[in-house]
C-alpha cells in the first residue's frame, strides 16, 4: 500500500468524517501544510511507518535494541548562521517579530537506520517514515481529553552538566521572555478552539536524556475546554491551531513569512505535527528533534527561538546542543 499525501482541505474533510463517525486514525501533517497524510489505524502498515504516541504504538518491542556507536555532526560555520540570525535581528528591531524560531539543517553520520533510530531513541512521541525521516519528540503539540485541550510548549534547553544548570534557564532573562511569549501565543491560540482556557502549570523543568548528555528543558501546560461535539470539526480545530507557535513565532503571520524568506531550506514535516485520534481523545506532537534522509545523506534539523535579547553565539551553540539522538 502507498499512502499518498493529502492537500490540507482534503485532509481536513478526512479528519472530520473520520471523527464524526469515531474511526481511530494516524495524522502526518507538514509544516507548510501541503503533505498531509490521514491514515485509519486499521490500514497502518508497520513496514511503512512506525509510531510511538504515548501507550500508543504498532511498533514491536525486540529485547535487542541497536547501539549508537557511531554519531557526528557536521554544522554549518558559524559565519553562515550570522547573517541569517542578523537579519532576524534586524525584523525584530523593526518590530515585524518579536520571537521567531531559527532552523537549520546539519548533515550528520550515524551507523544505524532510521529506522534502527527509531528503535534505540526515548522519547514521548516518536514516529518513522520509511525511506523519509524519524523523530523523536519530547514535546506535545495538544492532547484532547473527554474535550478539554492541553499544549505543553517548550521553551528553554540548557545542558544539565552545566554548574547551577536549572536555577541559570530559569533565571536567565532572555529564555524567561522566550518563555512568557510562546506561552501567550499558546493562550491565544488555544482561545481561537476553546474555552476557559488557562495556564495550569508555569515554567516546570524535565529531564531529557541523550546518548552523549542529559539537557533540562522547560515547559508549561496550557488548557481550555472544548465542546463535547469537537470530533465531528476535529480537522478544523486541529489545522486552525497550525502551524505550531513555539516552532514559528509570534505574531505567527508575519512571522512565517520572514522564517520562509530567512531559511534557506525546506523544512518538510520537520516541525509539522503528528499524532492519534483513538475515535474519542487525541493524542499529538510537534515534530521537533528531527533526522532526514536526502540526496546528500542524513540532516539532522534543529533551531531555538530568537528574541531582542538574543545572543547569535548562544543561539547558533543551541541549535547544535539540540542535535542528538535521546536513549535510556
Known sequence: MTYLPQPKHTAIATMNRYGAAQIPFLFIIDYLMEQCLVIPITEIQNDKILYQIGEKTNACITTEKPVISYFSKHPIPFEKYLPQFEAVMQQIALGNTYLLNLTCATPISCNLSLQEIFFVSQAKYKLWLN?????????????????????????GTINA???????????????????????????????????????????????????????????????????????????????????????????????????????????????GIFGIFDGKNLDSAVAIRFIEQTHEGL????????????????????MIEKIYVPVA
Do not use: W
Open 161 to 271: 552538566a552545566i554548574p547551577n544548570a536549572e536555577s541559570l534557564i530559569l533565571n536567565n532573562l532572555k529564555e524567561t521572555a522566550e518563555h512568557y511569549t510562546i506561552v501567550d501565543l499558546i493562550r491565544n491560540d488555544l482561545s481561537m478552539v476553546a474555552k476557559k482556557v488557562r495556564v495550569e502549570k508555569f515554567r516546570y523543568v524535565d529531564t531529557i536524556h541523550a546518548h552523549d548528555k542529559t539537557l533540562l528543558q522547560v515547559s508549561s501546560r496550557i488548557v481550555g475546554d472544548l465542546p463535547e461535539n469537537y470530533p465531528c470539526h476535529i480537522g478544523e480545530l486541529m489545522f486552525r491551531l497550525l502551524p505550531a507557535g513555539s516552532i514559528s513565532g509570534a505574531p505567527k503571520l508575519k512571522t512565517t513569512e520572514i522564517i520562509a524568506a530567512v531559511e534557506n531550506y525546506p523544512r518538510g514535516y520537520y516541525t
Open 299 to 318: 540532516v539532522f534539523k534543529s533551531g531555538g527561538g530568537i528574541t531582542s535579547h538574543s545572543s547569535a553565539q548562544a543561539e547558533y551553540n543551541e
Open 131 to 155: 525511506g523519509q525521516f524519524v523523530c523523536f519528540s519530547p514535546e506535545t503539540f495538544v492532547q484532547i481529553i473527554d474535550s478539554q485541550i492541553i499544549s505543553c510548549p517548550m521553551k
